[in-house]
Structure formats: structure tokens, C-alpha cells
């Protein structure tokens, strides 16, 4: 932690497979299959509807007003990666463009995922390139001072360790360690096989309370109807 | 009020025919036809832009982090009502996704109004199942504690008895008063009737100065103009 | 500042090419031409996305829950200006809608920027309205109090002068002095003109830190790499 | 519900004894003693520590910077009472300051509970008039519209009946329904009984894990201990 | 506006016996004899109770995360003066602490007000060095972007021009245009020369709707009592 | 991370002279100290001024609304513990009150750091049990679900390990990394160290663009002075 002016260049990025399989559960039930752990506040909102992927943790440290390191973590950025951008403290400024979204896309980057502002959504959209941010401002930084790169960062409260996998969508950001990232397709993947067939009883009109057996618990909790 | 583990089955719902018409004017016209009250906070805001519906409404208390009573509450669905659900304490969590949200549209239900999260946004979005709430989040939920069912609840700062008329659009959830729900249609039929003669007239050039006829009172309350 | 109950006709309009000319760099390119000043908070959103514009201010200043004074600076609003409201204090009241809408295009209006509530949001967006505010709100307003038309205001944390230019993206709202608009739309036009061989650049992976030469000062600065 | 522009004289207030003796024990106690519920919003809190008072509700819905119905509810504050007050949008606006609460004394009000600001502070302070509010705020209101007294209403969240007892104190407010004073009282008060051998117990180092016998129930939970 | 980099060193302060008059009436008293404008935002609060300042101001325009300048505001102070520090975006970082407020104090300065944190409050809280921000925090700042001293600023939402009035106490505070502080002085005396008659009449029971003559226009309102 | 159900007993807590001593420097200058982070979020707040800790993490992971794993934390605590208090979702709940007070005292901790709300706030002053929080609520919680103690969390944005440092007072809460305590405190010493002579310096009038020798970069970067 808090190591500042370092860049680590060599990470251990989870299971690569896992990491790409992972997108196709979305942000509710990777979480789900986590235990109900790993989402970074609701506050984090994609940048426009719709996109909905996966991929390994590149982390940099920023600091408020302060763009810089946004430069050296995009020389880090490999194929398949998503970088994740947490902020000393508050700060709602733009800290990312569509210049360096251009320059992110080359890398090989699918998202990025930030605890501040960005800007030029409407060419990031066009772009079809996913941001999830805290706000959207215009405002612009200065290239000051040093953080980090490729450290473990809190962004949005959560804990990202380089090279945990990232899972974005509408629902909000989930971020699964590295090496649980094999284990958490395993049992999103289970979590999602009965799936259909629920949504098909639910649909024919079968209730919750007589599909999941709920009405002996809840009567024994002291469930009362009143006619 | 405060009734807990206790679900009411039968309610007085809101005239029909006044709770199908109410749609038709918005949220807007509705809480001015009822004298500029009734709205529920503008943080509730809908998942997807353009629904407009309004229906009858049944009622949920829900204790935070806890969705069991949304199970219950499905049962007492009929076609056209609108779920309700308030909790007893602030929370952001998705209480709320397309499971359940098939199960309510197989009962009937034209949308639910939640001040919590909801989950499955993009699901629900293709799904066209409209939901107002104050957060989106990927967070579930447990099943744990017993709330209530058709009891008075004050959702989002608004106070909502089953059976109610429940209006929402993209300006927000306003709730009518099952006893006036009637008046309130005719009331809000009324203030629609000459909108589209004064947007004529609007369009065309005229002043709202001229038309709803300012002037004098503008210059008796003192307003000057300086050249 | 500080006059109540004014309505000021005369107002001197920002040089006309260049507040039309600014929309076309919107709000990032706008402000970072002025030394990264100038912006509203961002908590102003747009009503709808995609919409960029730029014109010149006319303002009014309002008093919580009464929007009186909107139907005053409707008369004021000449074709190319974008009205800007501030409130006296915090408010999220839905103070415009489509029939105030319809008489400020059929004035000549381009958009409105109001630190407060605005209603109707379905059909702005059908009429393509533009608005940026800090709130939607089906909450109507009364009209009781005088407030002024044309002094200067604070909107959303910045200054607006009447006859300032205002550009208003999805990134944001920015507000330019009258007398620097020429200037700015200067600089904006020339930060816009090498922008297109950087993206180039950019996308065919040459990094920021190359082409911005930051690798020296970043050694310089104390940047460690490690392997 | 909703009515406007009209003042309940005659309101039926909970039981005196019990409206008296909700104090000693407190927010926390008394909603625990209720199930949980009828508290308003944790945002409500006190202009200064230490005041802990409970008294019978009698109430006014206010409009957004509008103070006029303050004037008339003063009239109708019996020794013993206390006013809360409701705001049908959200405000911050200072509507209450020591001229009122002079007043108010003099009528016999024991405190001032207000979904929006307050202001002389200090003066408040001195005099020892407790006021339980969402903002201090020197804004002032003006007097220009009707709302209504002794009607019910929704203030931060929790639904208020005239007549209703209102207990609060450093922790928060919470409304009891007059129907269940009483009975609330009664368990507040059997739930303060052993608090004091549960405290002594506490403190000479037993575990809330044995004194409550939590250790069974966690182990069948599943919690797991590792050295 | 909106010059960075520069310092003027020559601003014309509002007359000294209505600046320093004037924080006997105190902000709310202020703002209404201006007219009910001038207010700052009600997030401004003060680090300690109790606190009532006027000065003129000096004003200081910072960046996010940087207080280079309030180094240089500090050789700007003259006695009786109160610095008024405004941020180019949203930032919560503590700007100034104990240091910083003893160079100030040695100046003469009486306060600072600033639209961001500040730290090592429970010593300004010893030292009686009144601070109104809008957060406390401890995070520190870097010192390497120019700003500008005595230029108007926008600070939590009101206009400040170096020279002005500012008026400070527990309620929030208020700025007086320098050429306005001689005539909002004279307005405040006379608001509150008869408060204390007032302040007699309603301790001694009479009711504010008969003291401010309200019966007649309620009842015109439509105000109607039901018994 | 992420392990739930879980309870670690044996934890290596920092060097106890380091963790005793940091207290004595405050937030501040501890993050100064380590370069400017380890802060927990500005929202953290104390709830009564003062107060100024230090001591070794204890840490426990909860759900919202569901306090039960508090009293199993109670009996990992040691003297001179901190306990540090993370929820897996946004909550403003009361998790902590005067009862828990007492069984933490007695078993020797000297603060509780919590992110969500805390209640008997009044009992807790008198004791003398200083708690930061985000929130005061009265708000009870459930015993049903199960958390962990003493595994990393993030409280408030920042990462705690058991047995790290955490230094909280007025101004906030920061975190030591348990192997950086010793570290951190000498440095925090040698801030402090020549901080009586700055301060001396500045009361005489010395400012601090001399004191630092700042005339000299803020020329080099552009600084005009206009008189």
C-alpha cells in the first residue's frame, strides 16, 4: 500500500479464461457467487447504457486535480486489461479524455473504471469505449506530481489488487481477487444454469413463495394474513 | 402504520377507471390538479427514460438488506396495481431484479416504485418492466426478517395507502388518494384541456406576460424595467 | 448584484461568430482554453445526451418555489441566447416546462441552464429543447415574488454576466466572459487544430509519455519503475 | 391527506402520562420498543447536544421558502406539545428563528421538529428551545401562501398524525402513534428495566456472546474460528 | 474574472465602521435587510459554536489540492480583514491549519471562509481563530499551481469581490457589496431596533398573527378553521 | 479479503510504543508524515470534540442492518485496540451504542471506527468512548447474518489490516500500516519537531512565502503583482 512514485511493471494477472468468462454473469451475480462482497459503491455509473465486460486490474494512484500517472499506467496496459483509477481524496474533476481513451484502445484496454470525473463522453460513446465513473466534468487536471501504478488501490471502497479481475456493467463494478477468479466463474456459472428455468415457472404465474418454499419459514417467522 | 409481520389481502383499490386515465397527464399535471402536493423526492428517477403508467397501489415495508417480504408482496398482485415497496431505514441495495420482475408481470403488475436499488437494469430495460428508485446497485439482498404487506407506508417522503393511484413518468412518482382519485382525473383532464391553445399561442409568438396577463400585477408587486 | 425586482433591456451580447463558433469545442476544450476556470459544478446535467450548444447569456434570478420571473425574461430572450437562472437558494422545484419551452424557442432560445428543477423532460427532449439542470422535478412553482432579469448571477458556482457566451455539452456547462469570447475561441480553435494528428498518434500506439516527452521529467520528478 | 389552506382546531391528543414519560427513555429505546420502526431520516439532528424531550404533535405543511403558516400554527400549541413541521419539496431555507420561538415558548411548545433549516442558532442555544432540523440555514422565507395545520404529514421520512408523541434527543426523532403511547411506553420501559444488570454484567468483562448465549447460534451459522 | 497568476495588491475596502458594524445584527438579520440575497451556501459551517465576525475581504482563488496561495493571500491581509478562499472545482481537502492560522492572525485577519476543508481545528478552536468551510479534513495539500489573490470570486455560491463585507456567524454567511455596506448597516439597525419590542410582546402570549396584523389576509388566502 | 464467517484470533499488532505514541501527532501530520494518505473519507466524523486516539485495528466485517458480529469482535479486543468497522453495503444504521460501550471498555478498547451510524451518542460522550462514524442514527440493527473479524477491510475508502495503526481526532481518521508504525512515528516526530519555531516565527509576523522561500518559484512560474 501507499507506496508513491512506483511503478510495478510485472503483475500476476488472473487465470485469463476466468477473467474473460466472467463478463457474461454481470456485476449481480459475480458478486452473488462472491457472497454478497466485492462491489464498489453504487455511486460508480457507467458512462453510457449497455456495455457489459470483464477483464484483469491495472491500477494507478492519483491524486486530486492531478492527471499524470494516467500516462505511465497506459504504457502498462496489456490486451485485455481494464485500469482502475482511485484518487487520494475527493475529486470530481475530468481526469480522462478522448485522447487517452484513443491512446487506452491501442493498449489493448477494455475499460476503465475511476473514483473522479471524465470528460468527452459523447466522443468516448461514439467511441464505444466504457467508462464507469463517479461524475462527468469538464474540468481538467494538472501533470504535477507522482502516484503510483500497478499498486493495490481502495477505489469506490473497494480493494483492487493488480491483476484481480474487473466485472462492469449497468448494475455497477465488482472486483473479484485473482485467485478467486477461477473459483467465482465456477459458481457464477452454477448460479446461472437454473436460471432460465426460474424465469420460465415465474413466468407461467408460479410464485417465489412456492418455487423457493418460503411459506413455512415465514409463517414459523410469524407471517400473519388478514383478510 | 407500523404493523410488522402482517400482510393485509383484501384492499379498496382506487377507482378503475380513474387509475387507468391517470397515466394520460404525467406526474406534473397530476400533483398541480391536487394542489402542488403528493410528489414523491426527485431522487426517485426511472431506470430507463419514456415510461409513463399509472396503476393502484399495494404496498411493501421492507427492513434494509432484506427482500424476503418482496416474495410476499407478489402474491397480492392484481393486474393494473403498481408495488410500493419502502424500508425502514436509508438503503441503496438491489432489492430488486428480473426474477422478480418476471414474476410481478406474470401477476399483472405495471411497475414498482422502490426507495432502495434495484439490480438487472438492463434485463428489466429489454424486459420494458419500468422501475422508479433511488439507486441502481448490483447488491443483493437476504431473507431474514419479516416486514409487511398493504399497510400505509411513506415511500421516498410520501405517505402511500393500498389501493391509492400511483403516477409516474420521467419527471417522477406522484401518489393520489384513493378517495381522489376521481376528482383528481377530471381535475387534471381539466388543466389538459386548453394546454394545447395556449402552446398554439406560445408558439406563435405570444408572451406568457400577455396570455396569462402579468403585466399589472408584475408592476404592482414593483418590477421595473431600466433601458 | 443584488438588485431585486430589475429588469434590464439593454444588455451587450458577446461578439456573435465567436458564440456560435464556441459550441463546436464544447465545454473541455472551452475552459481549458481559459486556464481551467469558468466551469459550473457538475452536478448540472443535461436532460438529454447529445446535445452541444453556445450562446449568449441572459439571466434571471429567482427565489425558491416561484418562477414568476421566467415568463419575464422570456420577453428579454433574443435569437442566439441561452437563458441562465439562478435561485436566491437551494431548490430542486420543477420550474420549466414544455409551454414555457415552446415561448422560449418561439423567442429565439437555444437552451436554458437553470440551477434548480426542471418538468416536462419527455417532451423537452421531443422538442429538442436542451436544458441543463440540477434536478428533475414534477414539483410546480408559484409566482409571487419578484426576483431580476439581466443583473448578474451565480449559477451553479460561477458568475454569468449578461451577454457572457455559455457552451453546454454532455460534458458540462462553461461560461465565457464577453469580452474574452474572441480570445478564447481563438485559443479553443487552435488547441482544437493539432488535436487530430495526437489522436492519430495515439491510436497507433505511440504513447502519451513519448509524445508529450514526460518521461524525463517523470524520472526527473523521482518515478521509480520496478521489474 | 393533502389539504390546503386549512387549520384542525380541535386535534385528539395520545395519552398526557405517557406522552411525558417517553422522554426519559429516549429515540433508540422507544423505536426498539415499537419494532423498529417510526423514526425520521438519521439526517435530522439537534442545533445542540444534550436536549432530550418528548411532547404530544401538532403539525404544519409548509410550501418551499414560504414561513406564513408558522404564525398560525403558534396559535394552536398547547403546554406540552411539540411542532413538526413539513415541507412539500425539499427546502433548506431558514423558516424558524428566536422571534417564533419566543412565541412558541410562550404557547408551551417544548421543541420544533423541521424537514428544512432553522436560524439564530445561538439564540435558540440560550434559550434553551430545542429544535431538531435538516439545515441551518440564515435564508429567510417569505408569506405568501397557504399550507395547513394539524393535518398529517410526512416529515424526513416518518408519517406524523396531530396528536401523535414525538420523542427526541441526541440520536434522532421518533413518532409514536397516539393509539400506541401507552403500550409503547410500557415496553420502553420494560426494555430500560434490566439495562442497568446488563450494563454491570458488561462491565465487569462478561461477553455480550455469553450473556445474550450467542455462541450456539453463530456456530450453527457456520462462523469458524482459526488460530 | 477568471485571471490566474495574478495578485492585486490595491483593492478598496468597504467602509471600516459598516464593516465592523455590522456583525452585531448578524447573517441572517443582513441577508434580509439586503433583501434576502447575499448568502452563501448553507453547507458553510462553522468549526466551532459561537463565533461572530464581520470583515472586508480578501479573496484568494485556489486549485484542487493546491494552497501555494494562501501564502501569498497572507501578505495581503490587513487588520480587520477576512480571507475568502474559492476553489477552481469541488474539493474537501484541509487547506489550512494551525500554521497557517497564526500567520493570518499576526495580520490582523478575523476569519477565514473557505469552499473546501480545512484541518487542526481543535486547535483554531483554542487559538479562537473562527473558520467557516465546507469540510474538515486532514488530507494536506501540494504547492505548485498559480491562482490568483484579490480577485471576485465565487465562494459556495455567492459573488465575493475583494473589498466586500463579510458577515459570519453560527447560521451561515452573508456578503455585502462594499458599496452597499453603509446602507445594509443603517437597514440592519433599524430591523432590529424594535425586535426587542417584539421579542416582548410574544413572550408575554400575544400571537404573531395579531402583532403582524395576519388574520385578515389568511382569511382572504382562504384559510378556513374546522372545529 | 472476502472470507465471511470467519474470526481470526491471532493477529501481529504494530509495535505498541508506535501505536501509543502516534496519537500525540494528530491525523494531520501522521498522513502528512507517510506522503499525503491512509485518510479515511472527510464524512468520518467524531461524535464529540476532542477526543485524540491511537492504538492497534481490530477489525470486523458486517452486513447492513445486522450488527451481530460486534460481539464477536468484543472478544478479540486487546488493550490498547481500536476496533474497525466495515459494511459490505451503504448503511447509516445504529450499529454501536452504550451497552457495546461499556463490553469494549471493559475489555480495553480505546475507540470504535465505523462506518455506517452509531446511537446513545449522549451515554457514549458521558463515557468518555470516543467514536468516529459516518452517521448518528437511532436506527436498531438485527442479529441474522454472519460477517468476519479481523480480516482486511475498507472502512471508508481506506484498506485496514488487523493490527495496523489508526491514529483518529478532530480532523479525522488515518491508517499505519502495522510495518510502517515505527517508521511513520519518526517521521511524524521530526515534522513535529521544528513545528513550535515555525510557528513562533509566523506569530512575530514572519510570513511564509519568506519562511519557505516561495518569492523565488512562485516568480519563476508566473506570479504578477499589480498594484
Not at 473459483?183 to 404465474?205: F, H, I, P, Q, V
Request: proline fraction near 4%; include cysteine; charge should be neutral.
Amino acid at each position: 500500500m501507499f507506496e508513491l512514485g512506483v511503478v510495478y511493471r510485472n503483475i500476476t494477472r488472473a487465470d485469463r479464461a476466468a477473467a474473460d468468462q466472467l463478463a457474461r454473469y454481470g456485476s449481480a451475480t459475480v458478486h452473488e457467487a462472491m457472497g454478497r462482497v466485492g462491489l464498489l459503491k453504487p455511486y460508480m455509473r457507467p458512462i453510457y447504457a449497455g456495455a457489459q465486460v470483464s477483464g484483469t486490474a491495472v491500477t494507478v494512484l492519483l491524486h486530486p486535480g492531478d492527471n499524470w500517472m494516467m500516462h505511465v499506467v497506459a504504457e502498462q496496459i496489456q490486451p485485455g486489461d481494464i485500469v482502475v483509477a482511485a484518487i487520494t481524496a475527493e475529486c470530481t474533476d475530468g481526469y480522462f479524455g478522448d485522447l487517452l481513451a484513443t491512446s487506452f484502445m491501442a493498449r489493448g484496454a477494455r475499460a476503465l473504471v475511476i473514483d473522479a470525473g471524465v470528460r468527452d463522453v459523447k466522443t468516448l460513446t461514439e467511441m464505444g469505449f466504457p467508462v464507469w465513473s463517479k461524475a462527468i466534468s469538464a474540468k481538467g487536471t494538472i501533470k504535477a506530481t507522482l502516484g503510483s501504478v500497478n499498486v493495490p488501490v481502495v477505489c469506490a471502497g473497494a480493494l483492487v489488487t493488480p491483476g484481480d479481475v474487473v466485472v462492469a456493467d449497468d448494475d455497477g463494478v465488482v472486483v473479484v481477487p485473482a485467485a478467486l477468479a477461477v473459483a467465482t466463474a465456477d459458481a457464477a456459472a452454477r448460479r446461472e444454469a437454473n436460471e432460465g428455468d426460474k424465469r420460465a415457472k415465474l413466468a407461467s404465474g408460479v410464485l417465489g413463495l412456492d418455487m423457493y418454499k418460503m411459506r413455512e419459514p415465514l409463517a414459523a417467522a410469524g407471517l400473519k394474513y388478514i383478510d
